[in-house]
């Protein structure tokens, strides 16, 4: 309706209009609407076009794409969070909705949390009764399309995937020119994956939506997985780590995790729905699950690679496109975490040059490395490795003479480490590979000797 108004108090429902896929230009249309508003266009374009897909896989296709426009409806639910959602065009079984329920209330966590709302009950997707129609075999070949962010984490990932031969593409959503360099870098097959959102969002913003975190890695793993069933490869890997699975501990509230859709809860449901309800030779894990922070950390080190190239500072990155003055900003709680967490491993002349400056030997920066420590505050709302790995890696620098005279190395060993017990501090126990992951059997059986060390 031409006279329809936005107003986020008002709106009943949030409808799924309609989805498609263009295999002659590569565009899929993700369609939405509030009440009777007007629709809400997404798309995602995969390079490569036209597509030939057989009577199995374009069902897969199609399976893979009504996922896809759910699970991305989160980026327009959040607008004004109304008590009904509507599917229309086509059904969803019950594990489905039980699925996306968990993905919006778990994945809109922090969301909630900062806007002071209670989405527990009110996030309910209709589903049709009747028994599921299992996925089939479709015969993709061995292939892996890997998630690049331009950090350390999927660059340990790809390097690990190349030494032991599998065959991958790099892959990435979006626009950014660092993360296109740092993947051009890789000397590997890349794959860049548009996405546009509907443009109308950013006016909802300006007239009082509501606004916040969402589960992108759950929207970006759901468009990979649609990716893949579209070229006909079998495997998604992403390069989140164990730790990913923490979220940070509000007194009063509880956990609230970030970075949920990073986790193993995700993972495991998300990777398990696409094999019993896509195609069953569809493969999506995180190659280092099995990994902290720290030894990510440990085995980004053993390679200069990329010391030029990658960046884990998230103020590169923005909705509105990446703001690149410098691929390191200093301040920001990435910054502070991926210089503490190399930092054992890292030699200092190496380190610095590759941040710009030494982080840990600037009296301003204690209150956001005490947010990492967990020291009288918790966790900070990004993707950063638990507290106890912050202290065990600031434990490990006040034992370094390069180290402990730095401001914030001396002040931890002086007034924080007095307050916890010495074998809470010890980093080898976090160094230790986990067994919960989803890594190919065969796989995982080569990169454990390499991840041991």
């Given at each position: 309706?031409?006279?329809w ?53 374009g ?14 409806g ?34 809109l ?128 890997v ?19 995790n970030?970075?949920?859709s ?7 449901a ?54 690149p ?21 890292v ?43 912050s ?34 501090l010890?980093?080898?126990p ?24």
């Amino acid at each position: 309706m031409s006279d329809w108004v936005f107003d986020r108090d008002t709106i009943r429902a949030f409808r799924f209009v309609r989805c498609g896929f263009d295999a002659a230009t590569g565009i899929a249309r993700l369609v939405y609407a509030f009440d009777d508003g007007p629709e809400l266009v997404e798309t995602v374009t995969l390079p490569g076009a036209p597509f030939a897909l057989d009577d199995a896989r374009g069902a897969a296709a199609e399976r893979a794409l009504q996922l896809l426009h759910l699970i991305a409806g989160v980026s327009y639910y959040k607008a004004a969070v109304p008590g009904e959602m509507r599917i229309e065009g086509y059904d969803i079984d019950a594990a489905t909705a039980a699925l996306l329920e968990t993905v919006y209330l778990n994945g809109l966590g922090e969301f909630a949390y900062r806007n002071g709302l209670d989405l527990r009950g009110r996030i309910r997707f209709p589903h049709a009764g009747g028994a599921m129609v299992p996925a089939t075999t479709l015969g993709l070949r061995s292939h892996a399309l890997v998630a690049i962010g331009g950090g350390k984490d999927s660059l340990v990932s790809i390097e690990a995937l190349r030494a032991e031969g599998v065959a991958q593409t790099v892959t990435w959503i979006g626009g950014s020119q660092l993360i296109a360099a740092c993947a051009a870098h890789t000397g590997l097959p890349t794959l860049n994956i548009g996405r546009q959102l509907a443009p109308q969002l950013f006016d909802l913003n300006r007239l009082g939506a509501w606004n916040g975190h969402i589960p992108v890695t759950a929207v970006n793993s759901a468009i990979m997985a649609f990716a893949a069933v579209v070229l006909g490869v079998d495997q998604v890997v992403f390069s989140n780590e164990r730790s990913a699975s923490y979220g940070s501990i509000i007194p009063g509230t509880g956990e609230v995790n970030h970075q949920w859709s990073k986790g193993w809860a995700f993972e495991s449901a998300f990777g398990a729905h696409l094999q019993s309800h896509v195609a069953a030779d569809l493969q999506y894990y995180s190659l280092l699950r099995p990994l902290s922070e720290l030894a990510v950390a440990r085995q980004f080190a053993k390679t200069d690679r990329y010391d030029a190239h990658f960046s884990s500072c998230n103020r590169n990155f923005h909705i509105l496109g990446e703001r690149p003055t410098s691929r390191w900003c200093g301040v920001c709680p990435k910054c502070h975490f991926v210089f503490l967490a190399l930092a054992p491993f890292v030699p200092k002349v190496r380190l610095v040059g590759i941040v710009g400056r030494n982080l840990l030997d600037d009296p301003a920066q204690t209150a956001g490395f005490d947010a990492l420590l967990e020291y009288q505050d918790h966790k900070p709302f990004e993707c950063v490795g638990e507290g106890r790995e912050s202290r065990a890696a600031m434990a490990a620098l006040a034992q370094r003479p390069e180290w402990r005279e730095d401001a914030l190395v001396a002040r931890f060993a002086r007034e924080i480490a007095p307050q916890l017990q010495a074998e809470d501090l010890r980093i080898e126990p976090l160094l230790e590979l986990d067994e919960e992951q989803r890594i190919p059997a065969a796989l995982w059986d080569r990169l454990r000797l390499r991840f041991a060390d």
